[in-house]
Nanobody, 113 residues
Framework: QVQLVESGGGLVQAGGSLRLSCAASGIIFSMGWYRQAPGKERELVATVTLGGSTNYADSVRGRFTISRDNAKNMVYLQMNSLKPEDTAVYLC??????????WGQGTQVTVSS
């Protein structure tokens, strides 16, 4: 069983930066971040494979950077040049054995204008 615990959310002004962290227990392969704003569907933010290949949503490419530390079973999301439209609950994601999907509880990111 995989458990994911996020940290690092908060309130920041537009143009500011935040760094999210997610600690995972268990055997995991791909990891990533999704987000869900009120009244909107959950959307992909960024993912990173076990080998380090990354994928980003067009809306965050160039502003956000995903990275992972395989030795610590952690994934990070560095968010720069934040915009009010980045406001959402950010959820850590991991793909485990037999391609089972796991989700964290989520951490709130609020960007004020």
């Amino acid at each position: 069983q995989v458990q994911l615990v996020e940290s690092g959310g908060g309130l920041v002004q537009a143009g500011g930066s935040l760094r999210l962290s997610c600690a995972a227990s268990g055997i995991i392969f791909s990891m990533g971040w999704y987000r869900q704003a009120p009244g909107k569907e959950r959307e992909l933010v960024a993912t990173v494979t076990l080998g380090g290949s990354t994928n980003y949503a067009d809306s965050v490419r160039g502003r956000f950077t995903i990275s992972r530390d395989n030795a610590k079973n952690m994934v990070y999301l560095q968010m720069n040049s934040l915009k009010p439209e980045d406001t959402a609950v950010y959820l850590c994601y991991a793909s485990g054995v037999l391609k089972r999907d796991y989700w964290g509880q989520g951490t709130q990111v609020t960007v004020s204008s």
